[in-house]
């Protein structure tokens, strides 16, 4: 290989396995890379920048924009909330949740789908005493299964399409991979319903241990009238130097404060309610002024203006390695954890001092402005409120779904263009007063966007380096014997295998150009391979890491990281099966 192959090997390695450890956000990893690939001279200006004029990122902002109106407008969740209201339990309720999640991700991308459904699903399983980790690892799959069935389906379909323009060929029609995705998503579904009463473990989320959490997390105390921090502010008290809790709520009368500033003085009767490790509890009993109070109870920390959340801190997080104390959270997010749960179990610990991880879930205290506030600030994957009824379907609902139909038939045959349709779509929902200027602005998530685009300058950077070549050539040394069909299962090995650890977007990205070269080295048609490495970055079930939405769900079922493989690992076998069947089959050879 020439030294523009081993240096762009050497970069990729670096760059999957920051992602991989999940050091650094994936947008500056991939940008980083592709710039310092145009810095060495690897790949030219047009060639780094090219993704960023591509139609995918375009489109995958525009779809950003229609989801994000399905989702404020509530067009999806009268639909959910009828198939979630029946009593019934086992395969037969499982059917109702997969079936129409796989269907609506066809059409919607999968991240916003999982983020309405998910509470939803966990609510309901809780109100009926279900534990609620039978039902939201299905929910994330059959959304993944479903967001093969069209391009619109998730952004990786729409990336694969826009790498193959960017190669000179046709891109991916709306309908082209429903002859394979439909047929892998309804068997994909029924391995759901049946196995998973089978093979998932019972676990309690965070949901589940909320009221135990607040009770073992919360103490009361009240101040002594006349005694020494009557008239003196917290801080001055010594109320923000406790070892083990710390001051989240002040009930004065029929006066409320929370959170509460360190400024804030306190007044004799005042009922502090405090949160942390509580089981011992020495600081506050050897606390002048202050005396223990026999109200305890978690609904006096809800009110009016007050509400419990759950919030699930993304990949992307910058909460991510970092205590709460460091972020100041409580006045940061103007909110206070109550408890952190993680991979099925409450951290039991100074709160504060907790470095917090992808996939952690914290319980929280807010006011009820909290979500639209923090929904898109990029730190949490999901935000979904406790003990809150949904809000009704905004009467825009029934025109937000009208356009969302239009987007599909209008693409559908042919008439306009994905992109086209896609923006057309997201100007006329804020034409219509579905979403306003800002909320469509935040609705797109630039991180994505800047994966998609300067991950073309990575693929082309390994394509123009002979790297492409020389990897095919490795895959060919051990599927050749096996022929064109064998060059098939090892790229799609290859993809399936690196989009557990990596984002799917960069591994399709990156196995992409070795399965062009891998298509041109046996002299079979490309599209077929890049409709492998399609399915391959797309269908990810072995870890909760591998997608977004497996992450989404991994805190509010209270899973374990091996949860995933037990129903994961025979999805995955039908899934590869049946791709190897009906690809060569259907684009053939």
């Not at 006096?300 to 993304?314: M, N, S, Y």
């Not at 006011?367 to 825009?396: C, M, N, T, V, W």
């Amino acid at each position: 290989m020439s030294w523009q192959a081993w240096f762009t090997l050497a970069l990729v390695a670096v760059a999957v396995y920051v992602l991989a450890r999940d050091r650094l956000p994936p947008a500056p990893v991939i940008l980083g890379a592709t710039v310092t690939l145009l810095i060495v001279g690897i790949i030219s200006p047009e060639q780094a920048f090219a993704g960023f004029s591509n139609p995918a990122p375009i489109t995958v902002g525009a779809l950003f924009v229609v989801a994000r109106a399905v989702e404020v407008t509530g067009a999806l969740e009268a639909v959910v909330g009828r198939l979630m209201g029946k009593s019934e339990k086992g395969p037969l309720q499982l059917a109702r949740i997969v079936g129409p999640t796989a269907f609506a991700s066809a059409f919607l991308n999968n991240t916003p789908l999982v983020a309405m459904s998910a509470p939803e699903v966990a609510e309901w399983a809780d109100r009926r005493g279900l534990p609620a980790s039978r039902y939201l690892i299905p929910l994330s799959y059959a959304a993944i299964l479903g967001g093969v069935i069209t391009v619109l389906g998730t952004s990786t379909n729409l990336v694969v399409s826009g790498l193959l323009v960017e190669a000179g060929f046709e891109p991916i029609a709306l309908f082209e991979i429903t002859k394979v995705g439909l047929p892998l998503a309804a068997a994909g579904c029924l391995v759901i319903v049946a196995l998973a009463g089978r093979l998932l473990p019972d676990r309690q989320g965070a949901r589940e241990g909320f009221d135990q959490s607040v009770r073992e997390f919360t103490v009361a105390m009240r101040v002594l009238e006349g005694g020494p921090l009557d008239g003196s502010s917290l801080e001055e008290g010594g109320l923000r130097a406790l070892q083990h809790v710390y001051c989240v709520q002040i009930d004065r009368g029929s006066q409320v404060i929370a959170p509460v500033a360190p400024t804030e003085v306190l007044r004799g009767g005042d009922e502090l309610t405090f949160v942390g490790k509580v089981d011992t509890v020495v600081d506050l009993q050897r606390q002048r002024g202050l005396t223990s109070s026999e109200v305890h109870h978690a609904e006096r920390l809800g009110g009016a203006d007050r509400a419990f959340f759950e919030c699930v801190v993304g990949d992307q997080s910058s909460l991510v390695g970092r205590t709460l104390k460091e972020v100041e959270f409580r006045a940061t997010y103007q909110a206070a954890v109550l408890a952190i749960h993680r991979a099925g179990h409450r951290i039991d610990a100074k709160l504060g001092d907790v470095r917090l991880r992808t996939g952690d879930t914290l319980l929280l205290l807010a006011d009820r402005g909290f979500r639209s506030r923090y929904r898109e600030s990029g730190d949490f994957l999901l935000i979904a409120g406790l003990g809150q009824a949904p809000a009704p379907p905004s009467r825009k609902a029934p025109l937000v779904g009208a356009i969302v139909f239009g987007v599909v038939v209008l693409a559908g045959v042919g008439l306009v263009p994905i992109l086209e349709a896609a923006l057309g779509a997201a100007i006329l929902l804020v034409a219509v007063g579905a979403l306003s200027l800002t909320e469509a602005r935040r609705s797109v998530d630039i991180d994505v966007l800047i994966v998609i685009a300067a991950a073309f300058g990575l693929s082309a950077a390994v394509t123009e380096s002979g790297l492409a070549d020389a990897l095919a050539g490795s895959l060919l040394a051990v599927f050749a014997p096996f022929g064109a069909i064998g060059a098939l299962v090892g790229v799609l090995l290859a993809t399936m295998a690196l989009t557990e650890v990596l984002t799917n977007n960069a591994a399709a990205v990156l196995l992409f150009p070795i399965a062009m070269s891998t298509a041109a080295a046996v002299g079979a048609d490309p599209r077929p391979f890049a409709i492998m490495v399609l399915l391959g970055a797309s269908l990810s079930f072995l870890t909760p890491i591998g997608y977004q939405t497996n992450l989404m769900v991994y805190g509010l079922g209270g899973y374990r990281f091996g949860d995933y493989a037990r129903l994961g690992l025979p999805l995955n076998l039908v899934v590869f099966t049946l791709a190897l069947l009906l690809v060569p089959q259907l684009w053939p050879l």
